[in-house]
């Protein structure tokens, strides 16, 4: 079993920077790939971008994120997602998740409020 725990969402201005955490514990050597998610009120949870160590490794962004988010890695066990050039639509609870095996494994999630 893999724990998630999230951490660094907050309020900020549009236009601000905020960098999440995700650490991973447990079973981490067996991850091989994690992803943030995101979802607003009312709305269904979306993909927002994954890093993945499966060969080369690669990164993955959704085209509402791309250019203004990155995610990074150290060593596998804690991700982060650095969100620049907020905006208020980016607005929502943000997961992180990660695949150990056959295994999807979600942390609790973290707010991000973009507002003035």
């Known amino acids: 079993q893999v724990q998630l725990v999230e951490s660094g969402g907050g309020l900020v201005q549009p236009g601000g920077s905020l960098r999440l955490s995700c650490a991973a514990s447990?079973?981490?050597?067996?991850?091989?790939?994690m992803g943030w998610y995101r979802q607003a009120p009312g709305k269904q949870r979306e993909f927002v971008a994954a890093?993945?160590?499966?060969?080369?490794?690669?990164t993955y962004y959704a085209d509402s994120v791309k250019g203004r988010f990155t995610i990074s890695d150290n060593a596998r066990n804690t991700v982060y997602l650095q969100m620049n050039s907020l905006k208020p639509e980016d607005t929502a609870v943000y997961y992180c998740?990660?695949?150990?095996?056959?295994?999807?494994?979600w942390g609790q999630g973290t707010q991000v409020t973009v507002s003035s």
């Open positions: 447990g079973s981490a050597f067996s991850i091989s790939a």
């Open positions: 998740n990660a695949a150990a095996g056959p295994n999807v494994n």
């Open positions: 890093i993945s160590w499966i060969g080369q490794g690669s």
